[in-house]
Nanobody, 124 residues
Framework: QVQLVESGGGLVQAGDSLRLSCAAS????????MGWFRQALGKEREFVAA????????DYANSVKGRFTVFRDNAKNMVYLQMNSLKPEDTAVYYC?????????????????WGQGTQVSVSS
């Protein structure tokens, strides 16, 4: 069982930075790949970033590549999403999720556990 709790969202201006945190319960955190997804108002959920179990591999959506960085600290059971140069189009509810199989990081239906989401709002 994995329980995920997200934090770090807020209201910022374009160009600002935020770091989202996702705290995971349990002793098997390192067994899961972790993903970040977002859903804007009136739009479908979309993949943002993912990181492998060890942190050796990452994937990013093209829309955030070069601006966002996903990293994890398995000793602390934490995964983070550093968001720089935020744009109004980044406004969404952001979710972290856990996945226990290899690959297919962009497929939300392959993730077993989800956080409650945290709102990120970016004004122009």
């Amino acid at each position: 069982q994995v329980q995920l709790v997200e934090s770090g969202g807020g209201l910022v201006q374009a160009g600002d930075s935020l770091r989202l945190s996702c705290a995971a319960s349990g002793r098997t955190f390192s067994s899961y790949a972790m993903g970040w997804f977002r859903q804007a108002l009136g739009k479908e959920r979309e993949f943002v970033a993912a990181i492998s179990r060890s942190g050796s591999s990452t994937d990013y959506a093209n829309s955030v590549k070069g601006r966002f960085t996903v990293f994890r600290d398995n000793a602390k059971n934490m995964v983070y999403l550093q968001m720089n140069s935020l744009k109004p189009e980044d406004t969404a509810v952001y979710y972290c999720a856990a996945k226990n199989d290899f690959g297919h990081y962009s497929d939300y239906f392959r993730y077993l556990y989800w956080g409650q989401g945290t709102q990120v709002s970016v004004s122009s």
